[in-house]
């Protein structure tokens, strides 16, 4: 059976989590939390809805709330991949001045904004001690002594708001005001209803309905909020699935089609070919 893509945290009560990683591969998935991985040595391929990022020691990337992505790992300069990795709700993120958007509106702005790379070099991000924030906030989050999220907090703001600003040097607008998030509440998230349902028959008329809004007005807030139409992005988490299946078993195209939403094999294979632009099979090779 084909395992959601949808990665659960306990946002509410550990909204912030700092460890480091030797991992080979994970697999496609997502969340709500916003994600900074910070290479230490090997390299890191991560791999988005539509781009794909190598990073080398000194390098790091930020993964946006909801963004889905896979990691694979490669030595480099004879060296095991090694990072640090820090999950945290950036609603918990501070604000400059009063009246000024906080830094969690900010990146949930900018994440809209094509043009700006997610990934960062060891140059731009020369000016910071960045690896010895990391260290210090790894050191907090084990002793968990008095003001540890506070400590790690301020780490984080720091570096955040530097992103930002190298953001803001590309030409990024940090100020302006983004849409109202009206796919989600306590109770449903649309993205979490897809993610589960992906195998099945989606019907656009009815995701509209279970979010209360009229098919046309919900066409466009989606493609607005998520920069694709919904029917793409139900291909894309099933071509997510279905990437996982290639890669990991030995089921037919026939059988793999099937349980992730497809129609049929020709029509999985037309849909991958168009995502990834190479078929399951090369894929699998």
Known sequence: MVTDLFEYGDILNQPLEVFTGKWKTIRSHWHYFTEIVYVITGSMTTRTEDK????????????????????ESQPYDGQEFFCYCVKFDSQLLGSTIAGAPKLSKILENLRKNEKLSIAFTKDQLSTLPIQKFLELSLEEYHSRKFGYDIKINSYLNIILTHLIRLWQSQGADVYSIGEIDQFSSKDFSILEYIDAHSSEHLSIEDLARKCGMCYSNFAKQFKAQYGKTCKEYIEF???????????????????????????????????????????PKQRRQ
């Open 52 to 71: 794909t990022y190598v990073s080398h020691p000194g390098d790091m990337i930020i993964l946006h709330p909801r963004q889905i992505h896979s990691f």
């Open 237 to 279: 988490i099933r071509i997510c699935k279905a990437d996982t299946m290639l890669l990991y078993t030995d089921k037919t195209l026939d059988y793999i089609s099937q349980e992730t939403g497809f129609t049929d094999a020709s029509h999985f294979i037309r849909i991958y070919k168009k995502i990834r632009g190479i078929t």
